[in-house]
T-cell receptor, first 110, second 116 residues
């Protein structure tokens, strides 16, 4: 499974959009981009995933570039409860484990 | 709540003791994963099951660790002769699996092990 690169940390003002980038330049054609987040002392929580089209659900939007070498997770109106570590993972749909890196620590500031 | 359930949530044990953790996956999920997470790091894969078959084990899973999923439902992770380095959060996840299915994994709240 391809490797991902994310910034170590980011801040975002409460109520503003949080845009979390992820680079996955070695992604293969059959690999999906998954996003998870982990709030302190809890298990990781699934957010969204996509292959090449942009995706939106009740939690977030996922924008994948046309060449699929990078993506952005967008939290449209960040709240204090969105403070967490966000993990970008690339994996085949029928792949085995999910490889977590160290993720991006997002802090939402009042 | 029909999410992934782990028991216990916290365990403190003395070095050298054996411990066993239990995971109850989402009922219709045939894949079950175990991960370990230490402070400041992302979760690290330990092993996974497809129904009752253990299909892959990480090199992190030393011979003191054993996992079972006897009837393809709940799973147990046992650590024998615990060491201080085993102190970590142990996470369980489950997912559907198969072509055409969404295979995102859903995680439990974890079992935090402290070896003193």
């Amino acid at each position: 499974d391809a490797k991902t690169t994310q910034p170590t940390s980011m801040d975002c003002a409460e109520g503003r959009a949080a845009n979390l980038p992820c680079n996955h330049s070695t992604i293969s054609g059959n690999e999906y981009v998954y996003w998870y987040r982990q709030i302190h002392s809890q298990g990781p929580q699934y957010i969204i995933h996509g292959l090449k089209n942009n995706e939106t659900n009740e939690m977030a939007s996922l924008i994948i570039t046309e060449d699929r070498k990078s993506s952005t997770l967008i939290l449209p109106h960040a709240t204090l409860r969105d403070t967490a570590v966000y993990y970008c993972i690339v994996r085949r749909n029928t792949g085995n484990q999910f490889y977590f890196g160290t993720g991006t620590s997002l802090t939402v500031i009042p | 709540d029909t999410g992934v359930s782990q028991d216990p949530r916290h365990k403190i044990t003395k070095r050298g003791q054996n411990v066993t953790f239990r995971c109850d996956p989402i009922s219709e999920h045939n894949r079950l994963y175990w991960y370990r997470q230490t402070l400041g790091q992302g979760p690290e894969f330990l092993t996974y099951f497809q129904n009752e078959a253990q299909l892959e084990k990480s090199r992190l899973l030393s011979d003191r660790f054993s996992a079972e999923r006897p009837k393809g439902s709940f799973s147990t992770l046992e650590i024998q002769r615990t060491e201080q380095g085993d102190s970590a959060m142990y996470l369980c996840a489950s997912s559907p699996w198969g072509e055409g299915k969404n295979t995102e994994a859903f995680f439990g709240q974890g079992t935090r092990l402290t070896v003193v």
